[in-house]
Nanobody, 125 residues
Framework: QVQLVEFGGGSVQSGGSLRLSCVAS????????MGWFRQAPGKEREGVAA???????RYADSVKGRFTISQDNAKNTLYLQMNSLKPEDTAMYYC???????????????????WGQGTQVTVSS
């Protein structure tokens, strides 16, 4: 059974940093595509950053240059380093996994089968 558990959310001031972690279990981690998504109140869930099995990475335009996705295969853990945070980054952040997908689908929530429970990130101005 695939399980994803996120850690690291919190409250920070604008310009601050946070690092999110997602610990995966129940499957062979390196064989899955992994991604970070977020959902603000009243808005649709959107892709933030994702990584394919071959290491190809895709970022949403809104976070390019500020967020970095990475992974530690030995620890079955996905990370999202978030720097220069803005109030508009405030959202529930989710980790997701799926066995395979095309590059163009990497930031599409519908393409991912497995989801964590989310961790809240709040950025104050």
């Amino acid at each position: 059974q695939v399980q994803l558990v996120e850690f690291g959310g919190g409250s920070v001031q604008s310009g601050g940093s946070l690092r999110l972690s997602c610990v995966a279990s129940g499957y062979t981690y390196i064989r899955y595509c992994m991604g970070w998504f977020r959902q603000a109140p009243g808005k649709e869930r959107e892709g933030v950053a994702a990584i394919q099995r071959d290491g190809t990475i895709r970022y949403a335009d809104s976070v390019k240059g500020r967020f970095t996705i990475s992974q530690d295969n030995a620890k079955n853990t996905l990370y999202l380093q978030m720097n220069s945070l803005k109030p508009e980054d405030t959202a529930m952040y989710y980790c997701a996994a799926d066995p395979a997908m095309a590059f163009r689908e990497l930031l599409s929530p519908r393409a991912f089968k497995y989801w964590g429970q989310g961790t809240q990130v709040t950025v104050s101005s």
